[in-house]
């Protein structure tokens, strides 16, 4: 839902005014998310750099994220299903649209009417693309995802080599050999680099063909891990790629909501479901209208001893405490000034002072779950793009 822009927010009483009316609000910054792009093609030229879009955008809107994307020069595109595909190609007519999932049986000639190009991940898939080709008298242009290493999806070794030796590739345009790597978020795991020497030895049986290696982490890893195209997604929306240092991806998501109520609870008294928090002094007390249903993970939970998240109101932290419901939390604002926390005011759960990676490890997550949790309920706003 793309509803008013910052300019209307500003109009008192006006019925698009979202910080009127919104009780969370979901703030998805297209500009930064065009900065991350333009970062990452960068640091990979002249390789391309495509981009991964599946599950909506890892959740942030695949109808506004993919369009920002091609305006910044994108031409590549990969998403996980045909249906993502499909939906895709109607916002895209132009881009090179490859779904991971591969070739379901029976399902060649929907690829075909859409132009979009199948990862295969098996001989069978192969034997089925090839025989459609063949029967249609036409060589579509497809891409070929080799395991390295990972024992997901992909040829083995033994497929590339018949692959290889096969008579009928010539019924497919062969535009582009894929693996995918396990371990790129730890620079010094070596599982890395030995599955970038076997996808060096399976790609020199199909020579002459684009090669892909890299997602978000790969990238990061050094150009030897670059080939032709690259593929990043989380680094896009702002996660961070690699668990140790800092992030060098720009903020996309911002994620706030609303205080309804504000209590004065004395000490001894219990909070929320299960009664898991007593509290050890009188607190100020905030009901937040965000929960698990809008992607506050009921682990971010903070019961009797445990030391838990915290949200922001401006700068002072609020500590979450007790059980977090479908629809509520409840902080501690006790100190925090009143203009700041008072009823209708906002609160940051995702934003400046916490990442999404920061909020994942409070989860025991990673930020790649926390964004495609983020629901649909609360309200979005996309700024900027
Ligand atoms: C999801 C996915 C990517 C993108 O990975 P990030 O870690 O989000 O950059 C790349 N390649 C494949 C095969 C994927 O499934």
Redesign the pocket.
Known sequence: VRRGSPAAVARPGNIDDLEATATAILTIDLTALVENYRRLAALSAPAECAA?V?ADAYGLGMAACAPALAHAGCKTF?VATLAEAIELRALLPQAAIYP?DGLLPGTAAVFHAYELRPVLNSAEEIGDWAAFCTGAGVSLPVAIHIDTGMNRLGLSRAEVEALAAASDTGAFELTLVMS?LACADEPEHPKSEAQRIAFDGLRGLLPGTRASLA???GILLGPAYHYDLV?????LYGGK?QAKGRNPFARVVHLAGRILQLREVPAGETIGYGASRTLKRASRIAVVAVGYADGLFRALSVGDGEEGMSVYLGPHPAPILGRVSMDLITVDVTGIPEDLAHRGAFVELIGDNVAPHEFAAHAGTID?EVLTSLGTRATRRYIGG
């Open positions: 991964v599946k990969f991971f995918h997602n978000s982490g593929r990043p997604g989380i680094a790629p790649y």
